[in-house]
């Protein structure tokens, strides 16, 4: 909120359609700090929507994609519950899912192997850690599970520690945390970092941004989750117009946070 008011003091009169102008201001005022540029950035493309009667995946680059793939999160629990949550996630429907790990190794270890026992063939498994291990737990972890097929997501805190697991392993590569600007994306396509990013709308500074960096992803040939930080229906709604806007050939999945939240705080 602190964020916000400041940058809200040097914007008033500025014309909140010409979204790369409030951009450029907000990045002069304020030095870093994207989660409080996100929220006015995504009240500018809301009232450019209405301003031109045009929906936001249109003014994104249109609807290109007509089917966005959700994941549904198993979170960290007993192994065996993992594993029975999965199996009623797929009989609603689900096909990707993201197990939460990142705790006790060789428990990680035996949740990856009791969850992806009830995977269904065809659906896709990430076991994310959120950071959780450290570089030599997550080389035990991938030595362990080698033979399984699930993606790695986010093993270690650093972008260094990530890296060399990722050296050490077959399995395919998703970054989270540490994908936090275009530059850092750069970084890890050059080092072959990550076969997936996660592309997280307020922590890059909102939809103009979130935009530019999922054109790059194009570009250079990276596949992406599409999702947020964290949020109800304006952020599932955000990450919905982006990822509708994107081709399906680099869509890998997004997430729908409202299904997670008890207050409501939109409709429609």
């Known amino acids: 909120r602190t964020g916000i008011a400041k940058l809200a003091h040097n914007l008033i009169g500025l014309d909140p359609t010409e979204i790369y ?3 450029f201001k907000m990045d002069e005022f304020l030095n870093g700090h994207p989660y409080a540029k996100s929220a006015i950035d995504m009240a500018c493309w809301d009232i450019l929507g209405k301003n031109t009667k045009l929906p936001v995946y249109q003014l994104l680059g249109g609807l290109i994609n007509k089917e966005v793939k959700l994941f549904k999160v198993i979170s960290r629990r007993d192994p065996n519950e993992m594993a029975k949550n999965i ?3 797929q009989k609603q429907g689900f096909k990707q899912f993201q197990m939460k790990v990142g705790a006790n190794v060789d428990d990680d270890i035996e949740r990856i192997f009791k969850v992806s026992e009830r995977l269904e063939k065809g659906n896709i498994l990430n076991a994310d850690a959120n950071t959780g291990w450290l570089q030599h737990e997550a080389m035990r972890v991938v030595k362990a599970v080698r033979d399984i097929d699930v993606y790695i997501e986010q093993p270690c805190k650093s972008y260094e520690e990530c890296l060399s697991v990722r050296k ?3 399995h395919p590569f998703i970054l989270d945390e540490c994908m936090d600007s ?3 994306l750069i970084r890890g396509y050059n080092d072959n970092a990550m076969d997936v990013v996660n592309l997280k709308i307020n922590r890059v500074g909102g939809l103009t941004k979130a935009r530019q960096f999922r054109d790059l992803c194009i570009t ?5 989750t599409i999702e947020d930080s964290w949020g109800g229906e304006i ?3 955000a ?15 997004s997430s729908a946070f409202h299904e997670y939240t008890e207050v409501e705080i939109a409709k429609g």
């Open 220 to 224: 250079l040939g990276i596949h992406m």
């Open 182 to 184: 275009i530059n850092m």
């Open 168 to 170: 050490h392993t077959d």
């Open 87 to 89: 199996v009623s996630y």
């Open 21 to 23: 102008s409030i951009n």
């Open 239 to 253: 990450i919905a117009h982006l990822a509708h806007s994107t081709p399906k050939a680099f869509h890998f999945q």
């Open 235 to 237: 952020a599932t709604s």
